[in-house]
Nanobody, 119 residues
Framework: QVQLIESGGGLVQAGGSLRLSCAASGRTSAGYSMGWFRQAPGKEREFVAGINWSGSSTRYSDSVKGRFTISRDSTKNTVFLQMDSLKPEDTALYSC????????????WGQGTQVTVSS
């Protein structure tokens, strides 16, 4: 079992920045990808950004491309989401997710951290 713990959420004004972190622990092993998703009240959960095991490949939703940056540290067990130029529509519960090794589907999920952007 893999546990994911997010941190770094909070309240920020439009145009500001936040950096989210997600630490993986437990039965971690090589080869798993990680990603960030978000869910705003009354809306479905949506993909935000993803990164592969080595960190050499990243993907972003069109709504955050150019403003958000996903990365992972040298241990591969912590992933970050740098969020710049935040907009009120970025307000949501942000959750971290991880795949099983060499799988494309996200299997493990964190509890989430709230990001609120005021106008």
């Amino acid at each position: 079992q893999v546990q994911l713990i997010e941190s770094g959420g909070g309240l920020v004004q439009a145009g500001g920045s936040l950096r989210l972190s997600c630490a993986a622990s437990g039965r971690t092993s090589a080869g798993y990808s990680m990603g960030w998703f978000r869910q705003a009240p009354g809306k479905e959960r949506e993909f935000v950004a993803g990164i592969n095991w080595s960190g050499s490949s990243t993907r972003y939703s069109d709504s955050v491309k150019g403003r958000f940056t996903i990365s992972r540290d040298s241990t591969k067990n912590t992933v970050f989401l740098q969020m710049d130029s935040l907009k009120p529509e970025d307000t949501a519960l942000y959750s971290c997710a991880a795949t099983r090794p060499y799988s494309a589907n996200y299997y493990y999920w964190g509890q989430g951290t709230q990001v609120t952007v005021s106008s």
